[in-house]
């Protein structure tokens, strides 16, 4: 009895990842309120009508990749792309093991590997703008960030330590675009993540970090209160494009024709 | 006695040519940034794989031409190195800037620089990669940079030492005419 509820547990993400592969929606874009500042682009951000995948790429569908493509096998990679905690979690490098599930959301990978999934399927990782476009919105609203109980709910996923196991990707519910895991899961790579050059006081001229910035126009933050989103601005803005973790994977987006 | 001299001279290019075919041949490491199958189009106009730089130490780091503020800051902390070394040493090192600027850093603007600031194209190189693929020469360097809304850069600055085969020895983000000794320091290895 236990082993057959094992086995139909098992045997439901397949036939999730079977029907929802590479699945995108649409989002229309418009004029978007970041929380940074762009100093340089004061207002409101535009954001261009894109495309986004569902839920983030999972360890089926990157093993599917590094089988097609060697050069990101775990034994393969050269070490300037990918750091050595790269795909760890695998049991080796063509299979995933016990440590990992196929739907599981694949993390330990790097912004290059990331970025070569999503090339390999015509498309991209989104911008910083498109994903925190994305990820304001909840089951019903297009923008959920003003209310302190949707802020509240986002931030209590954040203070928990990561879960011993992940769940699987598209679990939870699709916010207002249809658009699943942008909280909740794992933290996922922009295509743009270095770009975000954030100090927490840019106005000390003469300061050795304004020394390392050439021109006007750095990051600040205008919504101190929006602090989930902040975590993720300073996560992605702490790493290097070879670093991998635990709980950070990635989601592609596609320009609409 | 004079043909004798002339084959063993014959012997010895052949060799050497032999030797520096086969360095190129020799696979690239893992953790050489030449990895990256990039092209550079530099100020003369010629466009190469970025590893066609494989083979001498260099000095690398991004800039952008019409930058009113750091980046002449770069030149010149690249000149403050190479005033530290020695002729022979000279001699043995590249220094290549990269542009974050591809769309206007054209050939045409790099060799104006190179004209203005009196740079000795033996050594100094001014490239620009594709558009598409300057976020990923970044990321290879360590270096973050956003592009304004007025055509500038926000940016970090760092030259980077790299082995002749491209990999990664040392790094500084000290800009300027005075040079950070210990990156002197691991140039000066670098050329032993």
Redesign the interface.
Known sequence: MLLRAALLLALVPLAGLAAGAADYVRLPGGAFRSVLKYEDAPGRQKIAPFELMKRPVTNAEFLAFVKKDPRWRRDKVARVFADASYLEHWDGHAAIGRKALPAQPVVHVSWFAAQAYCKARSARLPTWSEWEYAAAADETRRDARADPAWRERILSWYSRPNPKVLPRAGLQAPNAYGVQDLHGLAWEWTDDFSALLVSGDNRNQGDADTMKFCGAGALSMDDRENYAVLMRVAMLSSLEAANTTGNLGFRCAKDVP | MKNGSKLLFVVAFALACVTSAQARKTP?P????Y??DVQLLDQDGKRQPWSAQRGKPRLVTMF?TS?????PLIVDSGKAVERQLSPAERARIGITLISMDPVRDTPKALSAVVAKRKLDTRRWTLTSPRKGDV??V???L?????????G??????ALVLLDAQGRVLART?K?GSQPDPEFVAAVKRALR
């Open positions: 690239l893992s953790d050489s940034v990895q990256l952008y930058c009113q503020y750091i980046c976020r990923q970044a990321g290879v360590g270096v973050r940079y956003r592009e304004l809304a007025d500038e850069f926000n940016h970090t600055s983000e800009m």
